[in-house]
């Protein structure tokens, strides 16, 4: 599917917003199948992403698709209840968090539990392939280390057996907070903020709601993606707008500048 139509500032409803987001989403999946064989996918916490979530786990509507400028694969996967609704390549996908509370997943607020409840418990999706942030040790920082681990090993290079300095993601989603927080990535947390060498990293969020210590994906490796997308409720719009104007390059999500890939606003305004 091709992306090149796909603009970097994407409004309307909640629901208009949500069902662009899922067909961009679906075009990327199958892109990345076609040019290397999986679709890598960090994705967002919070309340924002449960609509896009939904969404993805039923599929989404080959009228959507069209509409949004994306032509469907003749071998794209269909729905079995709904020929019309084009379903992503499960099989050939994997999952991580880019952010999670420290609580245990059947906590209301584990980001990883909201997944497993609009999108994983839904699909068809080897339970190998779904890489959650640990949070079972009772120690943040050596659950960090062990998240590190887990993506050094899983993005190493099968040619030569060596590691990228930092993954390559092809779709890293986004929220946004009204601190300008994204991921778990807060404006008062200067050392989260300038690390550049660390994959993932813990941090302690006294300030968050629920405040806590949480893990998160550093900003190095959010950068490093081919693709990051905002996904930003209504009433978060004009912050938004501000961040994408540059007016705001001093908090996190105006430091998400990707190095080689494209930043992406899909926002409820």
Known sequence: MELRETPDWVTGSETGVAERAAAFVTAA????LADHGRFTVALAGGGTPRRLYALLA??????VMTDAGYDVPFDARRSAADARLIIL????TLLFQGDERYLPANHPDSNYGMVRETLIRHICIPPQQVVRMPVESGDAASDAERYEKLLRGI??????GTREEFPVFDLVMLGLG???HTASLFPEDRIALEETRRWAIAVEAPRA???GARLTLTLPVIN??????FLVPEQRCELARSIRNGEHPELPAGRVRPVNGRLLWFVAC
Not at 29 to 32: F, L, N
Not at 89 to 92: E, V
């Open 29 to 32: 999946a199958y892109r990345s």
């Open 58 to 63: 039923g599929g989404v509507d080959e009228s």
């Open 89 to 92: 390549p499960w099989r050939h």
């Open 155 to 160: 993005f190493r290079k099968p040619d030569r």
């Open 178 to 180: 009204d601190d300008g």
């Open 209 to 211: 709601n629920p405040p």
């Open 224 to 229: 490093n993606a081919a693709t990051v997308m």
